[in-house]
């Protein structure tokens, strides 16, 4: 079984800058596509392929930066010119092959709340 635990969310002001981080840990033995959703309806924010291919929601191209780190099965959310629209709670995704089985999951952190204030 894997985990993702996510850390970074807080409260900015508009204009301000966070970094998100989310970690998987557990029965890891690769992960293929990483991302970061948002809300209840969990709508894409942006995807990173293992290989470092991205794409974002067109809301936040150009501010937010997606990055993953393979060694330590990390992912990252860099995102600038946040505005009160931002606010949500930031949920990490990942697709997990388990070195158990070599059986895939597609498993979600617990979510962090970002809130931007105006």
Not at 77 to 101: F, G, K, W
Request: glycine share 12%; with cysteine; hydrophobic share 30%.
């Amino acid at each position: 079984q894997a985990q993702l635990v996510e850390s970074g969310g807080g409260l900015v002001q508009a204009g301000g800058s966070l970094r998100l981080s989310c970690a998987a840990s557990g029965t890891v033995f690769s992960i293929g596509v990483m991302g970061w959703y948002r809300g209840h309806q969990r709508e894409l924010v942006g995807q990173i392929t293992s290989v470092g291919n991205t794409n974002y929601a067109d809301s936040v191209k150009g501010r937010f930066t997606i990055s993953r780190d393979n060694v330590k099965n990390t992912v990252y959310l860099q995102m600038n010119s946040l505005t009160p629209e931002d606010t949500a709670v930031y949920y990490c995704n990942a697709q997990i092959r388990h070195y158990s089985d070599s059986s895939w999951s597609d498993d979600w952190g617990q979510g962090t709340q970002v809130t931007v204030s105006s």
